[in-house]
Nanobody, 115 residues
Framework: QVQLVESGGGLVQPGGSLKLACAAEQTIFENNPVGWYRQAPGKQRELVAVITIGGWTTLADSVKGRFTISRDNAKNMVYLQLDSLKPEDTAVYFC?????????WGQGTQVTVSS
């Protein structure tokens, strides 16, 4: 049962940009916070960015000023614009949504920052 589907990952050089997209089922998207987490090899999954239905955003200190989260409520989509990428941004990025106190996750998309 697929509820969150990410796209847009890939290989990019340091200083480059990527845009991730996540398509969500309406029942878990509407009126709920959605966002992005990431997990690097050997590390715990960490919060990257969250956006509420009203557009309030929270970003990890490590990505402030470089990443931007947005959502399109009409299309049930959430986006993550990644700019000024660094090698330490390399990770699998997961789309996340919370609905009725349940957490939902996408399958993840790989972002690799390397020269």
């Amino acid at each position: 049962q697929v509820q969150l589907v990410e796209s847009g990952g890939g290989l990019v050089q340091p200083g480059g940009s990527l845009k991730l997209a996540c398509a969500a089922e309406q029942t878990i998207f509407e009126n709920n916070p959605v966002g992005w987490y990431r997990q690097a090899p050997g590390k715990q999954r960490e919060l990257v960015a969250v956006i509420t239905i009203g557009g309030w955003t929270t970003l990890a200190d490590s990505v402030k000023g470089r990443f931007t989260i947005s959502r399109d409520n009409a299309k049930n989509m959430v986006y993550l614009q990644l700019d000024s990428l660094k090698p330490e941004d390399t990770a699998v990025y997961f789309c996340w949504a919370r609905s009725n106190e349940n957490d939902y996750w996408g399958q993840g998309t790989q972002v690799t920052v390397s020269s």
